[in-house]
Nanobody, 123 residues
């Protein structure tokens, strides 16, 4: 069983900061891209940021300069540092990973989602 577990969500005032973490566990062989997405009530899930195994990053235009994605490959963990948060960024934040894992003696590819962590930004 491979799973992603997020942590670090919570309530913060506008202009404040939060750091999200997401750890992948299980019989993992390798992790390619990891990323963060968010979904606000009544809206579609949207990309926030992604990072490749080599450290190349991609951000939604709305978060550039305020959010930073990073990863620790030794811990199979991805982070999202969020600064200058805005009320409209209140959402459930989901971690995503494109990985390979061991299934018996085989390696299989899988896209995995975490259960989500709630971020609430008060005005």
């Amino acid at each position: 069983q491979v799973q992603l577990v997020e942590s670090g969500g919570g309530l913060v005032q506008a202009g404040g900061s939060l750091r999200l973490s997401c750890e992948a566990s299980g019989r993992i062989f390798s992790i390619n891209a990891m990323g963060w997405y968010r979904q606000a009530p009544g809206k579609q899930r949207e990309l926030v940021a992604t990072i490749t195994s080599g450290g190349n990053t991609n951000y939604a235009d709305s978060v550039k300069g305020r959010f930073t994605i990073s990863r620790d490959n030794t811990k199979n963990t991805v982070y999202l540092q969020m600064n200058s948060l805005k009320p409209e960024e209140s959402a459930v934040y989901y971690c995503n990973a494109d990985l390979q894992y061991y299934s018996g003696s085989y390696r299989r590819s899988l896209e995995v989602w975490g259960q989500g962590t709630l971020v609430t930004v008060s005005s």
